[in-house]
């Protein structure tokens, strides 16, 4: 595909462009000099308005924690007993709202005791029932809700807990460190 060319009137007003602008470095390679019917139909630039201090932005807060996954040696330890869990919530006949505050508030709470693993069950769902519909919604949202931002400043990471615990129903949930509130 060929370029046309720009006609004097749009050189002219490229220019006027690229006068405007800042550079974000400056470059090595100057563009050459444009013919004397360009520099006559340029306009004299204006004086630049004083700078105004611009307001200081909020600090935004650091990103939260990435999310890790239980090594598979932990996981095998806690299901054989050999690591305890520190905690169990059970999640069975909770709405989603209820589930949500009693996670979240249940989490903390082990934090703040310096708890390292705990057990959140949320149940299978109905039997056979794959087909996305209202069954299983704690199954389904539990997880989402570990990894928002308000539960990855709480918890390292999370799995699916053995067999021992719950299989698909249960999550073991790696706490961090609590901090010294």
């Known amino acids: 595909m060929s370029r046309r060319r720009l006609s004097d009137e749009e050189r002219v007003l490229w220019k006027g462009v690229t006068r405007s602008i800042m550079p974000l470095r400056q470059s090595l390679a100057r563009e050459p000099d444009e013919p004397a019917i360009a ?3 340029l306009k004299p630039r204006a004086k ?11 600090t935004k807060r ?6 890790a996954p239980l090594t598979r040696r932990h996981k095998k330890r806690i299901a054989r007993g ?7 919530l059970d999640l069975h006949g909770m709405t989603q709202a209820e589930a ?5 508030r249940f989490l903390r709470a082990k934090q703040a005791r310096g708890a390292k ?12 029932n794959d087909d996305g519909g209202g069954r299983g919604v704690l ?5 989402m809700w570990l990894g928002m931002p308000d539960f990855r400043g709480l918890i390292i990471g ?20 609590g901090r010294g509130d």
Not at 48 to 58: G, R, S
Not at 82 to 88: F, L, P, S, T, V
Not at 117 to 128: D, P, S
Not at 158 to 176: D, K
């Open 139 to 143: 199954k389904r949202m539990v997880p």
């Open 82 to 88: 050999n690591h305890a869990i520190d905690g169990r």
């Open 48 to 58: 630049p308005a004083p700078a105004v201090a611009a307001p200081v932005a909020p």
């Open 100 to 104: 949500h505050d009693a996670l979240f």
């Open 39 to 41: 520099s006559s139909l």
């Open 117 to 128: 693993v705990v057990l959140v069950i949320t149940g299978k769902g109905a039997r056979g």
């Open 158 to 177: 999370f799995e699916s807990a053995a067999i021992g615990h719950g299989g698909e129903g249960a999550l073991y949930v790696n706490l961090r460190k």
């Open 62 to 67: 650091a990103a939260p924690p990435p999310l």
